[in-house]
């Protein structure tokens, strides 16, 4: 069994920035692709952005040269760097280890 909790969401004014922290339990972290997903009031969960073990990433178009996803293997965390950050970006975002094991979600709240 895995768990993550996430943290670092918050109210922020639009072109703010925040950093979300996911901390992972588990023993083979490093091995394993992270990745970060969102879901706003009435709409469906998407994917933001993903890390594997490589440290390749990819990301959503939407938060492409906005957002930096990061790990830190020997911390078990994962990092999503939030910049110039616009309302549309509100949602509750959620931490994935594989995609087998989602964190309880953190809100983040952009004001215009």
């Known amino acids: 069994q895995v768990q993550l909790v996430e943290s670092g969401g918050g109210l922020v004014q639009a072109g703010g920035s925040l950093r979300l922290s996911c901390e992972a339990s588990?023993?083979?972290?490093?091995?394993?692709?992270m990745s970060w997903h969102r879901q706003a009031p009435g709409r469906q969960r998407e994917f933001v952005a993903d890390i594997n073990g490589s440290e390749a990433t990819n990301y959503a178009d939407s938060v492409k040269g906005r957002f930096t996803i990061s790990r830190d293997n020997a911390r078990k965390t994962v990092y999503l760097q939030m910049g110039s950050l616009n309302p549309e970006d509100t949602a509750v975002y959620y931490c994935?280890?594989?995609?087998?094991?989602w964190g309880q979600g953190t809100q983040v709240t952009v004001s215009a």
């Open positions: 588990g023993n083979i972290f490093r091995l394993t692709t």
């Open positions: 994935s280890w594989g995609r087998i094991y």
